[in-house]
């Protein structure tokens, strides 16, 4: 990970400082199958350098952004990048503090407390990663504002307090304005650094489906990076919801091209059907065929 | 053809990669549906060149009979060159491009009235195949001529004025075609210049203000004279003996008010303040004021509103079907969500229904939760106002906001939540507040049509005193949903700016910042505030400004119930 920060351009102050967090933070042999191994990479060197810089100066971080900005590609990258094991927790309306901090439970006759993931990845000095914050309701995340601020402790009524690993860091994620998604309450907000995710640029996504897609043709690398600006802009001026515009759907796509399905046929799957309305599909059937032909084949696209 | 005019707008504004874009010419297929091509080529003519110095173009070539002729001459000339400089940038365009050239060859394509463009046509298409077309000598002129080549946008218009000069003006009669509507592939748009628009708006407005009340100027002038006698006293007493004539215009216009002299007075001294000063409030009913029984006037007012009543009843029963469907989906709409999102829910409590199993904790964990209790969480008491612009700039659509808040209303009474309807207008220095149903009054939602619009609008002090009326209303949560074209414009002026009265007019920018601040303030306060957009897409912006996302727009009204629904779900989800 660090090897491609430095590719990519990052401050070399900022990584030799990782390099000396991940000197004095070991991890314990049994929670490194945790660290993750990143499938894609994340593109943006501001965001990148803030959210490093963030993270080293001990504070959480929030990443909003709308979909497929890659807030989770990043936080994964970033627990890469420091080489902490990684805990990941989905939230929900139903979430409430037993989910996050643990539960008690019978074992072997007794009553125990069995760990919920965050209690986990404090004690283990991991990376939370909070996802989809704002779809719990606030009062059930009330019980992490210890943990989030600068008394860093998890205090579990009628068991133990404990301290938080000095190595831990909570990422949380939130798509804003989002069907079922809340506002997010203000004690919460001020515990995390916020970051708003940019949309992917036309060149760090073409990095991306190089990177990707090393025998995709450069032709076509433009045409879809083409393609998703298109509906992007599409989508910013109203004309059409964001649900057709999906960077993972068009991923998907150049899958199941390479696989051998026409591509119109896989931009459809991936893209245009996600659009359950009949005319906006029409539209964005309109945007896809002003980029792919429709006899195009697979030998077309990738070399 | 109206969502395929749309399409063909969104290919467009896709290929010219600007959505402020309003083109003149849209392309239709034989079937009637957006031709993908040819609206590409719209659109990259307009990212290409400068269409401004083209629009100028084609307007001029429009002063000659045969324009239609010249125009699609030019298209011809402008594919060719929007073509090759786009085709790097999307390969696509080769394909769509042959494709295209090979259903003009079959003839499948709708022909000219003009032979010598089907000629032209075909032949110029031919070469696209990469084809040598037999045609005459000059045909074959006229179209290398018609290759502009690498030409810049005025290199091109003068080129095509030779092109006109040199084979039809001057040399060859038997070219000259009959003047006569042809079935232009390519159709015309009205021609707007944007700041045409917005004077021909004004007018508009002016007109639609006076439209209904051929007595109006009567009455001024009427009036003028009474002030003329009243002149003596000194300035104060003056400018209050307007206001009351002034009241008194108001009431008979728009019918007696409901509340109190003291109250109208306390209410403006709290609202008509800041960017309202000096502007006053009435709030009626809109029923009759039995003092003007004998005054013609008022009773021509009362007529006219009754005759507006019945075209919106008219309206509504004539699409009764429609608008039916639209209720019950809406209604089932919110009340899913309701039961959804404020579905009761048992949790672990300290007193309430003792949860056996769990009676250990507390022996052994002190823990004093091993009780049930059912959480009723439901959505408190809520409650909706719906705000109709009555401004005349919603003239032409009256029957169906009439409609459109019928639905809204009756879909939300059905849910056994309380609504009040009212609409604003302003009218002199009045915004008018007429109200047709108040929050208890579950049986006249009926009276909404009686809305009927008139005069200006002031958004932002209407927004205002609907937010005011909302506070006192006792209600826990509030929701306000705004009828809307947004388009905000008063001819009274913003008051102490010692600017000229045409630049402080509360329109433009100055109105819809200060509606958008207005809305803002509501928001603040805890209340939200929607907006269903009722007016032109060139306004859409402006909806954006003032009402950030919380806004709907209906493009298509048989799915109103859908979009009004899914703006409803996504506001009621997040209370």
Known sequence: ?303 | MALDDKRALNIIWNASDDYSFQPQFKAYDEKGQADIYWNYIIGAVNKYYDYTLLRAFFNHLKTDSQHEFYENLFWLGLEKCAYDKGKKERPVLHSLRKNYAKKVLAGETEAFDDNLLNVLVNAHFARALGKSPRISMNALNILNDLDFGDASTEEIISKMNLIIKKYFRFNYGQYEVKAGKGKVRIQKQVQQGDEEQLSDMDLETMKALYMDSAETSRDVYYEEIRQKEDKKPVKKVKAEKKDDSERLYIRKYFGASILTEQKTHLMERTLCTGNHKNTHLHFTRGEFDQEFENDSNALYYHKALKEQREINLEHFNSNYIKYKNSISKLTNRIRNTMLAYFESYTGKSEAGRLNAPKIWRNVYLNDKKVFTKVYNNDIGNLSVDILLDASASQHERQETIAAEAYIIAEAFTRCQIPVKVYSFSSLRNFTVINLYRDYEETDKNDAIFNYKTTGCNRDGLAIRTALHMMEGSGYFKKILIVLSDCRPNDTQCVPDTGARQEQTKYAGATGIIDTAFEVKKGINNGNSVLCVFTGEDEDLSTAKKIYGHNFARIYNPDRFAEIVGVLMQNQLKNL
């Open chain 1, 1 to 303: 990970m660090l090897e491609f920060l430095r590719k990519e351009g990052i401050n070399e102050n900022l990584i030799k400082d990782i390099e000396k967090f991940r000197e004095f933070y070991k991890v314990e042999p049994k929670m490194e199958y945790r660290i993750p191994k990143p499938k894609y990479n994340y593109y943006g060197n501001d965001v990148w350098e803030a959210a490093i810089t963030a993270l080293l100066c001990g504070e959480n971080l929030l990443l909003v952004g709308s979909k497929a900005t890659g807030k989770n590609v990043l936080a994964e990258n970033l627990s890469a990048a420091f080489g902490r094991p990684k805990w990941d927790i989905s939230f929900h309306v139903n979430t409430d503090s037993t989910s996050l901090i643990g539960t008690d439970t019978f074992e072997g006759g007794q009553v125990v407390f069995r760990n919920g993931p965050i209690y986990e990845c404090a004690k283990w000095g991991g990376f939370g990663v909070l996802d989809e914050i704002n779809m719990a309701k606030n009062d059930s995340v009330a019980v992490l504002h210890a943990t989030l601020d600068y008394r860093r402790i998890i205090d579990v009524p009628g068991y133990d307090k404990i301290n938080i690993d000095d190595a831990s860091r909570f990422i949380a994620t939130m798509n804003y304005g989002y069907a079922g998604t809340r506002e997010l309450n203000e004690a919460l907000t001020s515990r995390f650094m916020v970051i708003n995710m940019p949309n992917i640029s036309n060149e760090n996504l073409r990095k991306l489906l190089k990177n990707e897609y090393p025998h995709l043709r450069e032709e076509y690398v433009d045409q879809f990076a083409g393609l998703f600006k298109d509906l992007q802009l599409k989508s910013e001026n109203s004309e059409i919801s964001t649900k057709s515009v999906d960077l993972r759907g068009l991923l998907a796509s150049i899958n199941l091209m390479d696989k051998g399905l026409a591509p119109l046929k896989a931009l459809q799957m991936g893209i245009a059907n996600k659009s359950f309305d009949d005319f906006e599909r029409t539209l964005v059937e309109d945007v896809i065929r002003l980029r792919i032909a429709d006899n195009l084949g697979r030998n077309d696209i990738f070399r």
